[in-house]
């Protein structure tokens, strides 16, 4: 099946440790991006990239952390440094940049908890 | 980081009745699209917007590009409990390869 996995989709972190939270994509799209989801707020960008090995900060990129080696692989680590990390996170591709006005599709997401 | 102003925040209608949600924005947007969310899933797009004054509908949903490129709405006909979830604007604007999304309308359907 084509689309967007992410992985795990239930996390627990203890308090002071790094996370990493995986994102695959078969559909050969070129643009990965990461949207982290809090009650009442909508979605809120982390990190985006247009291109493997290139990746730029969204809106809320501190305390988190990506790589692209990968065109198919775009993964998220939560830092110990991201004081309130407990959230939905939401992982997203979209065929081309922006400039072709092609939409984003995203993943099923993942619950990151802090105990 | 900018955001969109979608309103209502929550709408609670009968099976049946029409729904209609918009969002705006001070600045000039040339793509509006709008999302569904079940809870605990991801957003799964229902219409794309490309060019103002734009009408485009998908079984009995129907979004406008606003002509002056700084609104948008989606219209549900005829809603059924399925259609319960949150529905999100979210706009890119030229030349940004950001989508900025609205807070969402919270709908739900009560048979």
């Known amino acids: 099946d084509g689309g967007i996995t992410q992985s795990p989709k239930y996390l627990f972190r203890k308090e002071g440790q790094n996370v990493t939270l995986s994102c695959e994509q078969n559909l050969n799209h070129d643009a990965m991006y990461w949207y982290r989801q809090d009650p009442g707020q909508g979605l809120r960008l982390i990190y985006y990239?247009?291109?493997?090995?290139?990746?730029q900060k969204g809106d809320i990129a501190e305390g988190y952390s990506v790589s692209r080696e990968k065109k198919e692989s775009f993964p998220l680590t939560v830092t110990s440094a991201q004081k309130n990390p407990t959230a939905f996170y939401l992982c997203?591709?979209?065929?081309?940049?922006?400039?072709?006005?092609?939409?984003?599709?995203f993943g099923e997401g993942s619950w990151l908890t802090v105990v | 980081g900018q955001q969109l102003n979608q309103s209502p925040q929550s709408m609670f209608i009968q099976e049946g009745e029409d729904v209609s949600m918009n969002c705006t924005s001070s600045?000039?947007?040339?793509?509006w699209l709008w999302y569904k969310q079940d809870p605990g899933e991801g957003p799964v797009l229902l219409i794309a917007l490309y060019k103002a004054g734009e009408l485009t509908s998908n079984g009995r949903l129907t979004a406008q590009f606003g002509i002056t490129r700084k609104d948008s709405f989606l219209n549900i006909s005829a809603s059924i409990p399925s259609d319960v979830g949150i529905y999100f604007c979210?706009?890119?604007?030229?030349?940004?390869?950001?989508?900025?999304f609205g807070k969402g309308t919270k709908l739900t359907v009560n048979p």
């Open positions: 600045s000039i947007f040339n793509t």
């Open positions: 990239s247009q291109i493997v090995n290139d990746f």
């Open positions: 997203a591709s979209s065929p081309q940049g922006a400039f072709s006005g092609n939409t984003i599709y």
């Open positions: 979210a706009g890119r604007q030229g030349g940004s390869e950001k989508l900025v």
